[in-house]
């Protein structure tokens, strides 16, 4: 079983719905990211959490909401969504017991298409 | 602010030798990664340097000048399976957060 997953895995819809991305993780991480990557571009931060407790924006929030119901569990949010939503979406992990490195695992993404 | 720059695309034979560059400029720095990212899949983690010199992990090796900004990520004897693209990110200040390049499209041909 996958460490770190995504539902749903494709998802299209149309401007002006509610979207939620999930995501779970059996890896026992206690930070979790939520990503978009555009074809061209990096990977870009929407927001992360470092507990259940601790919400923070990353560089591209705007448009974004995020919930993190669990320590395993970490939801995005298009409260109204529009077309340059449209991307490639990644959650990813660390630990921040690792000291020597804090890796981020990603899971395997969301292809979100807003018409 | 955060610069990363890394060639957009490259080719190289079945079995030979590439290197892979990523030049950067940060306000802060706690360590370069590199990923692999095929095709539509997620980024998987393959190296992580904090200080100078080079990391080898069986066929790649990256290595990392903190006083010239500067990494590269070598792939020896490469195999069709190599064809990804290779992703370098920067941790800056705060550790957890990542900047990351554009990524390296790389093709391997027979």
């Known amino acids: 079983d996958a460490d770190v997953t995504q539902t749903p895995r494709n998802r299209i819809t149309k401007t002006g719905k509610r979207i939620m991305l999930e995501c779970s993780q059996t890896?026992?991480?206690?930070?979790m990211y939520w990503y978009r990557q555009d074809p061209g571009l990096g990977l870009q931060l929407i927001y992360y959490?470092?507990?259940?407790?601790?919400?923070n924006k990353g560089e591209i929030s705007d448009g974004y909401s995020v919930s993190r119901q669990a320590q395993a569990k970490f939801s995005l949010s298009l409260e109204s969504a529009i077309p340059n939503q449209t991307a490639l979406y990644f959650c990813?992990?660390?630990?921040?017991?690792?000291?020597?490195?804090?890796?981020?695992?990603f899971g395997p993404g969301t292809r979100l298409t807003v018409l | 602010g955060q610069n990363i720059d890394q060639p957009t695309e490259m080719t190289a034979t079945e079995g030979a030798i590439v290197q892979i560059n990523c030049t950067y400029q940060?306000?802060?720095?706690?360590?370069l990664f590199w990923y692999q990212q095929h095709a539509g899949e997620a980024p998987t983690f393959l190296s992580y340097n904090v200080l100078d010199g080079l990391e080898e992990k069986g066929r790649f090796s990256s290595f990392l000048s903190r006083s010239k900004g500067y990494s590269y990520l070598l792939l020896k004897e490469l195999q069709m399976k190599d064809s990804a693209s290779y992703l370098c990110a920067v941790a800056g200040a705060g550790s957890y957060q990542l900047t990351f390049g554009k990524g390296t499209k790389l093709s391997v041909i027979p």
């Open positions: 959490s470092f507990d259940v407790k601790d919400i």
């Open positions: 990813a992990t660390s630990d921040s017991q690792d000291e020597s490195t804090d890796t981020q695992y």
């Open positions: 940060t306000s802060g720095f706690n360590g």
């Open positions: 890896k026992g991480h206690d930070r």
